[in-house]
């Protein structure tokens, strides 16, 4: 199941740039927030906050606390045990081309050191099935690689390989923006399926795509964050003039 | 600024609802001119003013949902679709009335002018007023003003059921004026109903500007409390 998430006073910087200024946001569990902005305005970083990547960037910097369920991950917890906590799927589907689908996904597991392969089997069926794909690729999942599948279809695999460790969190920036219609619809209804389980963080420059898929969504300028309230109250009665400004078009 | 042409496509669209409003306006106003001086001719303006007013119905429509389909808006622009959709269906609700006002005309031409105690003039003048305001708060996108036009309902509500009363008293006791006074009662229906529309197109003006839904207050309330009296509407069907 998934668990709910308590940012405070977040800050982060890519060496001076000040790129989230005190932001506060409380994700809800097994529901999906999304967070709509500029480019630029700081919203990918803040994800990338929520699962330690941003600090792999070395001249980059993090204070303040996220919460995720009980734990701090900035004060109780290494990087590596948030990651298996919290799954991230990324804008461009990126399987590792020379392993088959079976390895793509099950490839977090064996890092981990698991070898079993009955589990490993089930692992991959249930994650697949998940991310519906299982269908698709149940016949070729040893003899084809995972590049070999359309960008539609990598892209669900890889969300089988972040559900394939079990998180209780998945990110995902900008799942769908390098996908056809037909290939977004299938991601966004896997979305709609997974949020029961999970607790899902999605980066979205659709705006269209955001009031389908979230109960919550935050808008982000400018590195601070501008409003957070239901999908509904922002997508159709904002309370700030700027995000009323930015999702009819008339900012910038 | 981006999405210009969008927001010129509104601008157009609040520009093509406003000439509408001003030939139901004029409607209103020449179909109680032609009652008041038993004029035919005005009546034949008022039928060309209803027909205009049914194609300029269907254009706004038309426009709305190409914008809806096409544009994806959101928050104040996709309140102000609705908001029009909505405003044009009244409008042309107003031009009905009109119609039905003149149709009135038409039948009372061969009748003999009759003293009824009913003020039809006075009332015609609220009802138009309080199209005219809902109509200025919606150029002006101005709640406070659309908010005004809500409470001045009541005179017109009131003007009417004094209405009913008087002329049922006449149809009783004055049986060779029964014909007129159904006439004037008819009329006096249909102004009520332009009042009404006035005031959803006022209601329909806070939704746009506040995002705040003011219909049917009293009646959704008394619903909720679990009356056991139906809640009268207060607005045409």
Redesign the interface.
């Known amino acids: 199941m998934g668990v709910g998430i308590e940012v405070t006073n977040l800050n982060a910087w890519y060496g001076t740039n000040h790129t989230l200024q005190d932001i506060n946001l409380p994700v809800p569990a097994n529901h999906a927030t999304a967070l709509i902005g500029p480019s630029g305005c700081g919203k990918s970083t803040f994800v990338r906050c929520l699962n330690r990547m941003h600090e792999t960037n070395p001249v980059a910097r993090v204070t303040g606390s996220v919460r995720i369920g009980d734990q701090d991950i900035y004060a109780d917890a290494s990087p590596v045990e948030v990651r298996r906590r919290v799954g991230m799927v990324f804008q461009r589907p990126n399987p590792f081309p020379t392993m088959s689908i079976y390895d793509n996904v099950c490839s977090g597991l064996k890092l981990n050191g698991f070898r079993n392969r009955k589990m490993l089997d089930e692992v991959v069926e249930r994650s697949l099935r998940q991310s519906a794909l299982w269908d698709e690729v149940k016949d070729d999942l040893k003899k084809k690689s995972g590049a070999s599948l359309s960008g539609g279809q990598q892209q669900r695999m890889c969300i089988a390989r972040a559900l394939a460790v079990d998180p209780e969190v998945l990110l995902m920036d900008e799942p769908a923006s390098a996908l056809d219609p037909v290939s977004t619809s299938k991601i966004e209804d896997l979305i709609f399926e997974l949020k029961s389980q999970y607790t899902i963080v999605i980066v979205t420059h659709n ?2 795509q955001a009031a389908r898929v979230a109960e919550k969504t935050g808008f982000f300028l400018n590195g601070r964050l501008v409003e957070f309230d239901s999908t509904h109250k922002i ?4 309370s700030d003039k700027r ?2 400004d930015y ?6 | 600024m981006t999405r210009i042409r969008f927001h010129r496509s509104l601008d157009d669209l609040k520009e093509k609802l406003l000439v509408m409003a001003g030939l139901a306006e004029q409607a209103i106003q020449r179909a109680i001119e032609a009652y008041r001086v038993r004029d035919l001719s005005i009546c034949d303006l008022v039928s060309r003013s209803e027909m205009a007013i049914n194609r300029l119905e269907r254009e706004i429509d038309q426009a709305a949902l190409d914008l809806l389909a096409m544009e994806q808006p959101m928050a104040i622009d996709l309140r102000f679709i609705l908001a029009v959709i909505k405003i044009n269906a009244d409008l042309e609700r107003v031009g009905d009335g009109a119609k039905s006002i003149s149709d009135r005309v038409r039948t009372m031409d061969n009748m003999a002018i009759a003293d009824l105690p009913v003020d039809i003039p006075r009332m015609a003048s609220l009802a138009s007023n309080m199209v005219r305001k809902a109509l200025q708060a919606f150029i002006e996108a101005d709640a406070e003003m659309a908010q005004s036009v809500l409470s001045l309902d009541d005179a017109v509500d009131s003007m009417n059921r004094a209405a009913h009363v008087s002329l049922a008293n006449v149809m009783a006791t004055q049986c060779h004026l029964a014909p007129q006074a159904l006439n004037a009662l008819m009329v006096c229906r249909s102004l009520e109903r332009v009042a009404d529309h006035a005031t959803n197109i006022a209601e329909d003006v806070i939704f746009w500007v506040k995002g705040a839904d003011v219909r049917h207050k009293g009646s959704v309330d008394a619903d909720v409390a679990g009356s056991l009296e139906a809640p009268v509407s207060r607005h045409a069907n």
């Open positions: 705006m269209q997508f159709t009665n904002p995000t009323e999702i009819t078009g008339r900012f910038g």
